[in-house]
């Protein structure tokens, strides 16, 4: 099977602290790929590996048949790769609008983005709309973002993720501070992108979410890989168990 991502024994090492060791992984084309595991197990390092925020000690990353291990974060969001993170990162007094149209790829001076109408790339407009229209957003278009309940904010950052037309849509925990129906929407928000063509790579805490969305689970534990497979067999390994699910495998 041809893989969108690829990671080759990857590894991380900061100072004497091995954060990732011999990691490898892969992202089939229009599958959603859930990576799961302990608090400091290297899930997010590995998200900012992938994305560039980190250069990998050791290791390969490929993404879509390119080898891109050493570029730098704007590059690789260009090739068609696109995040949001654990802790949310809005900016202070924008609407939710404006957030849509400052993160997309653009010539010349970011700052045209946010003024009137007349100066705006049509392009990035109609992306702001899907976007809008996808996470059900149309109602905040004018708020300042910032000012939203956690879930609607959760839901602008992956809003601006997706306004840059990405192949790849990387979430770290996109469901936490969400209630079980804002999750449950979400989930279902995420197959039907999926179904529509978009690879998803995903870090979270949530097992029933996890184990009802992902096709493929990667399981982290001390910077390694400790299980991969499907849900069903992630939840009935016995070292997943052991290290990280425990009772929760009842999900």
């Known amino acids: 099977m041809t893989h969108l991502l690829t990671l080759d024994n990857v590894s991380k090492i900061f100072g004497g602290i091995r954060a990732l060791s011999n990691v490898s992984l892969s992202v089939p ?30 290791g390969n990353v490929v993404f879509d048949g390119k080898e891109m291990t050493q570029w730098p974060s704007h590059r690789i969001m260009r090739a068609g ?27 010349g001076n970011m700052l045209r983005l946010v003024l009137p109408a007349r100066f705006a790339d049509p392009v990035a407009w109609r992306r702001a709309e899907e976007a809008l ?11 300042v973002a910032r000012t939203l309940s956690y879930g609607l904010q959760r839901k602008v950052e992956m809003a601006r993720a997706l306004t840059t037309g990405p192949k790849l849509l990387m979430l770290d925990e996109p469901v936490a501070g969400m209630n079980h129906d804002e999750a449950e929407e979400l989930r279902l928000l995420l ?20 184990m009802r969305l992902c096709h493929q689970l990667y399981v982290l534990n001390f910077g390694s890989l400790l299980a991969e497979g ?9 070292a997943v168990l052991d290290a990280y699910l425990g009772s929760e495998t009842a999900c």
Request: proline share 6%; hydrophobic share 40%.
């Open 133 to 143: 229209d996808i996470f059900g957003l149309g109602a905040y278009r004018d708020t």
């Open 230 to 238: 499907t849900p069903a067999e992630v939840r009935s390994n016995p």
């Open 29 to 58: 084309p229009d599958r959603i790929v859930g990576v799961i595991g302990p608090n400091g197990a290297g899930k997010t390092t590995l998200f900012n590996v992938i994305t560039g925020a980190y250069r990998a000690t050791e």
């Open 191 to 210: 197959l039907r992108l999926q179904g529509q063509g978009l690879s998803i790579l995903l870090i979270e805490h949530d097992m029933p979410f996890v």
């Open 81 to 107: 790769i696109a995040r949001t993170f654990q802790n949310i990162r809005l900016f202070g007094s924008m609407t939710v609008w404006e957030h849509l149209l400052v993160a997309q790829p653009h010539q």
